[in-house]
């Protein structure tokens, strides 16, 4: 089963928290803080695997999370780093934001691509002793990992595509010049995938040709079994564009070639400027009248043009060698750029998410960040309680508590702790 669409939730692991410890020994009195640093969290990387060629496996796990950083301990011992979590997909995988639809990455490469960071370990009790603060009762939590919903969108990399309607030789031809088998039989939509095939030159070099599964008027628009395939086009260097000239089914060789380019400019203006040979196939079925009058119309739009039977192999061999002359003066294959990550206003750095209702005058904060906070803090210890101020300042929370016209004495709840809002 060819799938080229899917979507997935991915999650970059925690950072472990930092650790409240005191240090106790025999005969060693006020060892001081011995907490250590919580452990980073692993992160989430995308990377090129040519051994995969659909996205199917994504159809039945969507959910891919990389593992937490340990929480730090006594004696200053570190907690362990989380593991990365590498994602294997078909080279040519766009990586997609489900809600934005900005691109995170194009894995046409070789190395890892990061996609999601792990969070950082968050500092032990060790690194808040100062000659005032003899014995901080607190450690910083660490951050939360980022997670995304990304939509995976396959598009193949080939250096020519094979364009035209169902049924003009398309699968024979790549059959002929590729060791690409794909099914071939005489009736329309035989071919219900793409199909890649490596194409030989007598010199030892090679190229990528896709057998693009046929394309009829209205694909663009979702019409047929084209438009699911168009976006595979988009990468290719070089069009071949096949047509049946010999009309057996009774269609008109000039009017599917320009049907089929009007799909193409609808699709993408790029696509359609894209350099382009014209093929007429079945010829040893065509009369001289309908290949001379078909070549006449091709020339007029001063594309290259190639008379073959794929079915005999007739001028296979030329065109493939027209084919290799031409990419050589082509630009390597597209690939895409990603997007300057842009975070919504609400999110503040280290995912700092937070959202504040007000009910019955009691304002209820959401923020998972806060939640970790509250796990490593002593609210009991005064240095603690000021620790936990100075987050709720700079995290922007008490700037938004006034903003909601909050006043002195007021409950405040998070996560089922409370306490009264003082200025």
């Given amino acids: 089963m060819f799938v080229d669409k899917a979507k997935i939730t991915i999650k970059a692991g925690n950072g472990g928290n930092g650790a409240v410890s005191f240090h106790r020994e025999k005969y060693v009195a006020a060892g001081g803080p011995d907490g250590g640093d919580g452990g980073n969290g692993g992160s989430v990387y995308f990377q090129a695997d040519d051994h995969m060629s659909t996205l199917v496996d994504f159809r039945y796990k969507r959910k891919y999370a990389a593992q937490d950083g340990q929480n730090g301990g006594a004696k200053r011992c570190s907690g362990k780093k989380g593991a990365d979590l590498v994602i294997k997909v078909p080279r040519g995988t766009l990586i ?3 809600e934005s639809g900005r691109i995170h990455a194009d894995i046409s490469g070789d190395e890892p691509v990061l996609i999601a960071k792990g969070g950082r ?24 990992g980022e997670s ?5 969108e396959l598009k193949l990399l080939a250096d020519v595509g094979l364009v035209g309607f169902p049924n003009v030789g398309k699968s024979t031809l790549i059959s002929v010049v590729s060791a690409a088998k794909p099914k071939i039989a005489n009736y329309h939509f035989t071919t219900l995938s793409p199909v890649l095939g490596v194409v030989q030159i007598e010199d030892g070099k090679n190229f990528v040709m896709a057998d693009i599964p046929g394309l009829i008027e209205g694909a663009s628009d979702g019409i047929g079994l084209g438009h699911e395939f168009l976006r595979h086009v988009d990468r290719c260097r070089l069009i071949v564009h096949v ?4 009309g057996i089914e009774g269609r008109d060789p000039i009017e599917d070639f320009q049907a089929i380019n009007r799909e193409l400019e609808n699709f993408s203006q790029d696509l359609a400027h894209r350099p382009q040979i014209v093929v007429a196939n079945k010829t040893d079925m065509a009369t001289e009248e309908q290949i001379e009058a078909f070549k006449q119309h091709i020339q007029q739009q001063n594309l290259s043009f190639f008379c073959i039977s794929a079915a005999t192999t007739a001028g296979t061999k030329e065109l493939v060698a027209e084919i290799a002359k031409i990419l050589d003066t082509l630009p390597p294959i597209v690939s895409y750029e990603a997007d300057p990550l842009i975070r919504a206003g609400v999110i503040q750095q280290d995912n700092q998410k937070f959202e504040i209702t007000c009910e019955n005058n009691i304002y209820y904060i959401q923020a998972p960040f806060l939640e970790q906070i509250l796990s490593v803090a002593d609210m009991q210890d005064y240095e603690s309680l000021q620790y936990f101020q100075r ?9 938004k508590l006034e903003e909601m016209g909050i006043q002195e004495g007021q409950t405040v709840d998070i996560s089922g702790f409370q306490f009264d809002f003082v200025y």
């Fill in 96 to 98: 997609l934001d489900a």
């Fill in 121 to 144: 370990g968050g500092a032990g009790n060790q690194h808040f002793a100062t000659p005032t603060r003899q014995i901080p009762k607190f450690a910083k939590p660490g951050t939360l």
């Fill in 148 to 152: 995304f919903e990304l939509n995976l």
């Fill in 243 to 246: 047509v049946d000239v010999s």
């Fill in 391 to 399: 987050v709720l300042r700079f995290s922007g929370i008490i700037d």
